[in-house]
């Protein structure tokens, strides 16, 4: 529950629905498996992606896009941290596409903490 957009409901439901991290390879996979990567229509050496998949499960992955939208909806209120990844993001991005891509990067934070069995702690934002 320590990491921005990950509050008490989804922590619970991620621990109840999704299998242990040994299931997966790693955090990428945990991604993919909740339909959170882009398909990928790569040919002779070009690597295009489109849109996100939605082929996993639909719970976690409505919890994980709910969690990030409260984050970029307190980040367009606040104002994200500045040089930090999603002050570039929104910058650059459209804000739904913002939305998935903090969710996807959400969840292979939560792999990672379960692989290694940790606490997160915010990065610092570059100088």
Wanted: hydrophobic fraction near 45%.
């Amino acid at each position: 529950m320590t990491i921005p957009g990950i509050g008490p409901i989804t922590a619970t439901a991620l621990i109840a629905l999704a299998p242990s991290h040994e299931a997966f390879k790693s955090g990428r996979h945990f991604a993919a498996w909740l339909g959170l990567t882009p398909r990928q229509r790569s040919t002779g050496g070009q690597q295009k992606l489109g849109s996100i998949t939605k082929m996993g499960e639909r719970t976690l992955r409505r919890l994980l896009t709910i969690g990030a939208s409260a984050v970029i909806k307190q980040a367009a209120i606040r104002g994200a941290p500045a040089g930090s990844w999603l002050d570039q993001m929104l910058a650059r991005k459209p804000k739904m596409l913002v939305i998935v891509a903090l969710a996807n990067k959400n969840a292979r934070i939560v792999w990672a903490l379960l692989a290694k069995d940790d606490v997160y702690r915010a990065p610092g934002v570059p100088a």
